[in-house]
């Protein structure tokens, strides 16, 4: 399949859905990417430098039915240098009014806390917020209820039913809930979970505005049980947990600061702390950014820096990353560009 048959699958699914239901809420887009990656001198495995191109199409759109009814879609569409091709979706969702609320059945996204690094109250999602080149989120299957006013919300939610405990934590059966609540300059939040593997999962996070360029945020999830990687696989361990304090700082000059420090004890012992600095500028069309993580258990960082120009439906992207001390065991630099086209 080649870039331009990625392209006219996707127009032509949106003059299929313009025609037919031409009130509602459609919207397409395609990408072509290259990536670069340089293995590390020596690495365990043997890598060697390697290229990457893929392409990709992506299509979202929502129908509206009578009672306030909502079917919403998302799917992506990906090709690469290697022949393969993969079709995701990544939501399918029925909404209905119920109870107050809605009732949500299918398949959805959904991120819950307040971090940017790092979100330890993500107990349903479960993404890598660092990833250079993340593919599309993926949603949970889920059946959810939601219930909220001005200041308050309410969501309850089942996760991937009949499952119990899969091979992934994303994949686990779990019941989940989250509280929202608004005060003045201040969000917060609490969430609980209950699945077979962590057992219950209690957790709160807040982001509070200082003024009008400063916000506080913090997270804080207690687990009853977690899991560790001894003995060259992940092993059941006992009470775990998860901790983030950070701010963000923004200039009417459009330049940002965000840093955040966490403690994650559901990763390998040298990755469990972690400290988080980024900068960006924008001008108008154009974004700079540059940002380092750093371990200090294994020594390792990770610098990235990252620049992107939009010109109407156009999106051109440039990122270049590089690991060093045990981050780097197996890769020493990445390098990506894109260019996107949305409809």
Known sequence: MKPSLLALACLSLCQCFTT?????????SVLAQSEARQASDGNPLG????????????????LDGPWQQALRGNFSAQHDQTGSSMLQVNE???ESPL???????????????????????????????????PARLEGIPMLAQEVF????????VLTNPGRGKAAQPRDDEAMALRLYRHRGERDEYAVLR?????????????????????????SLLWQQ???????????AAGRGGKALAGFTWTTEQQFSLIAEAWLDRSVAPEQQRNLFVRAAQNWDNVDLAADLLWQP?????????????KQGAWLFSASLRQYQGMAGILTHRLAIASIQRSF
């Not at 209950?194 to 913090?218: C, D, I, K, P, Y």
């Open 20 to 28: 037919a239901q031409a009130s509602n809420e459609l919207s397409a």
């Open 47 to 62: 890598l060697r430098d390697s290229q990457r191109h893929l392409q990709q199409a992506d299509l979202r759109w929502q």
């Open 92 to 94: 399918l969702t029925l």
């Open 99 to 133: 109870a107050g609320g809605f009732l949500t059945a299918g398949k959805k996204i959904m991120s819950w806390d307040v971090g940017y690094a790092f979100r330890p109250l993500d107990v349903v999602q479960q993404e890598d917020r660092r990833a250079l080149n």
């Open 149 to 156: 006013d001005e200041d308050h919300a309410l969501t309850m």
């Open 194 to 218: 209950v699945s077979q593997r962590n057992g219950m999962e209690a957790g709160a996070s807040f982001s509070h505005v200082l003024n009008q360029g400063t916000e506080l945020h913090a």
């Open 225 to 235: 049980r977690h899991e560790e990687w001894r003995q060259q696989r992940w092993m």
């Open 297 to 309: 258990s294994s020594h390792s960082k990770i610098a990235t820096v990252s620049a992107s120009y």
